[in-house]
């Protein structure tokens, strides 16, 4: 009886230890888990803000000279517009924020322009433009935290 009383012993002694591996091991998963999920979000928020940079980027480079960018309120939205030409026709590219969204709208120059009109681009708390000296200045506000940029159109003339 005593031997069948150590056996009892053993194996809890075993299952305990068992019991406490196990739950190392998924206490490591888990922990691993959750660094894997807080990085790849990490990896899509820039990934989302270097997009927006690179849309905003292109948009201003696309105008021929900084004279045909211009900072507006339309509708009760202010506006980037980005002046151009099509097959002797004037057109306008406009990038503004709405209702948690950058927007874009490329249309006549004489387009009766509405806020939600456009497509979405990319979403973010707010976003505002100042246009002085040759030099634009966009301030975009995702997640609480402020990221300015600033584009010379000035062409290379200082």
């Not at 031997?3 to 196990?22: E, H, M």
């Not at 190392?24 to 979000?41: D, F, P």
């Not at 406009?94 to 209702?99: E, I, L, P, S």
């Not at 249309?107 to 002085?132: C, H, L, Q, T, V």
């Amino acid at each position: 009886m005593n031997n069948s009383r150590r056996n009892k012993f053993d194996l809890l002694a075993v299952l305990l230890i068992l019991c406490i591996f196990s739950a190392a091991v998924l206490s490591l998963l888990l922990s691993g888990a959750g660094t894997y999920k807080n990085m790849t979000e990490k990896d899509r928020i820039s990934q989302e803000r270097q997009i927006e940079e690179l849309f905003l980027s292109n948009k201003v480079f696309q105008a021929e000279n900084g004279d045909r960018i211009s900072v507006s309120l339309e509708s009760g939205a202010q506006v980037l517009s980005v002046e151009s030409e099509e097959n002797g026709e004037a057109r306008i590219t406009r990038v503004w924020f709405y209702d948690g969204w950058i927007r874009e709208l490329y249309s006549d120059a004489d387009y009766n322009f509405r806020p939600d009109d456009g497509e979405k681009i990319a979403k973010a708390d707010s976003m505002g433009f100042e246009k002085e000296d040759g030099l634009l200045t966009v301030r975009l506000v995702y997640g609480g935290k402020e990221d300015t940029r600033y584009f010379d159109l000035r062409g290379g003339e200082r």
